[in-house]
């Protein structure tokens, strides 16, 4: 019975190390990135496909109709928008212009267990409008891993206009698997699954609801999102509900490796699994080291550690979110014997 239990226990640590894995690093990098948006009328038929472990989606009959590009920045100095008074702590913008001229950035705080949205500026024929985000919105927590799940909540106004919104929701990680698009087959992507409320409303005008659900398939080899998909109906008082739907996908190089930071920062991370201590070799590049448990959850941090104790801790899954005398960080992924 012994002996059955250890094969049972081996075989699972092995496909829970098997799940990919994406950290703070791989999020929101600097760079342009390249979409296509499939038509409407291509996606009567559309579905979001199966959620669990180890499943396959296929998209690729689906083909572009429009391109999108964004850039990416990074704040302070990345661009000259991130100068902006109304989203001071902002530290990533991605920006993008459609093909009339009209212009789009969204404002970000990062950091290396989330991803908040500030808000966003768009500017059309020499017209600014703001949304601001009093209470900002959370989209992504690092590590991003297979299962895990939170709820949030958001506010804000949008000017001119006088549009209040306020909205809930969950997100979850649903599934991993293999993904293929029009550009190509694509193993170890995470699918993020995220389900909005969202109530906006103005003076003198009926008040809308929507509800959104939405999949980001994303792989710790690529920037950016591989494939997005949502579906969206909205209502409003005294009208008809009003249905939407849209897919888009890309296929972006990376700015980092999918194994180190930068160029030439390689590191060995020994034994694993363990019972007991963990060896980080380059140590002496290490600032500190912030232990998560599976879920994503942050329970312990070490400070300036080459070795580090585990043994006070559960058998496991874990992740180590460590960060560089520089300011990068990586996520690597222990098992606790």
């Known amino acids: 019975m012994k002996k059955l239990y250890s094969i049972l226990l081996i075989l699972i640590i092995a496909q829970m190390d098997a799940q990919p894995v994406v950290s703070a690093a791989h999020a929101v990098q600097p760079g342009s990135l390249t979409y296509y948006g499939v038509d409407f009328t291509q996606l009567s038929t559309l579905t979001p496909g199966p959620s669990g472990a180890n499943v396959s989606w296929d998209f690729s009959p689906y083909t572009s109709a429009n391109t999108n590009i964004q850039t990416r920045y990074d704040c302070p100095g990345g661009n000259t928008n991130c100068t902006d008074t109304n989203f001071s702590q902002a530290n990533k913008i991605i920006a993008s212009v459609a093909p009339g001229g009209s212009e789009r950035y969204v404002y970000f705080k990062y950091a290396n267990n989330e991803l908040l949205t500030l808000g966003a500026k768009s500017i059309d024929s020499g017209v600014t409008t703001y949304t601001i985000y009093t209470d900002p919105s959370m989209e992504l927590k690092f590590p991003v891993t297979y299962l895990q799940t ?80 949502g579906f969206s109906e909205t209502s409003i008082t005294g009208g008809p509900v009003i249905y939407s739907r849209y897919l888009s996908y890309g296929k972006n190089t990376l700015t980092l490796g999918t194994d180190d930071v930068t160029a030439g920062r390689k590191m060995d991370i020994y034994p694993n699994p363990s019972s007991d201590y963990v060896n980080i070799k380059n140590g002496e590049k290490i600032e500190k080291i912030e232990m998560n448990n599976a879920e994503g959850r942050k329970i312990s941090e070490f400070k300036k550690a080459d070795k580090i104790d585990i043994s006070g801790f559960p058998s496991g899954i874990y992740f180590l979110t460590i960060t560089f005398k520089d300011g990068k960080t990586d996520t690597k992924k222990i098992i606790r014997e």
Do not use: C, H, M
């Not at 995220?194 to 920037?223: D, L």
């Open 150 to 229: 939170f709820t949030d909540s958001w506010a804000g106004n949008s000017t001119p206009g006088s549009v209040a919104e306020t909205g809930t929701q969950t997100i979850t990680v649903d599934a991993y698997g293999t993904l293929k698009t029009a550009l190509g087959t694509f193993p170890n992507t995470l699918r993020v699954k995220v389900e909005k409320n969202i109530t906006s409303s103005t003076a003198s005008v009926p008040t809308s609801n929507t509800t959104f659900v939405g999949y980001s398939w994303i792989s710790s080899s690529y920037a950016g999102v591989l494939l997005t998909l």
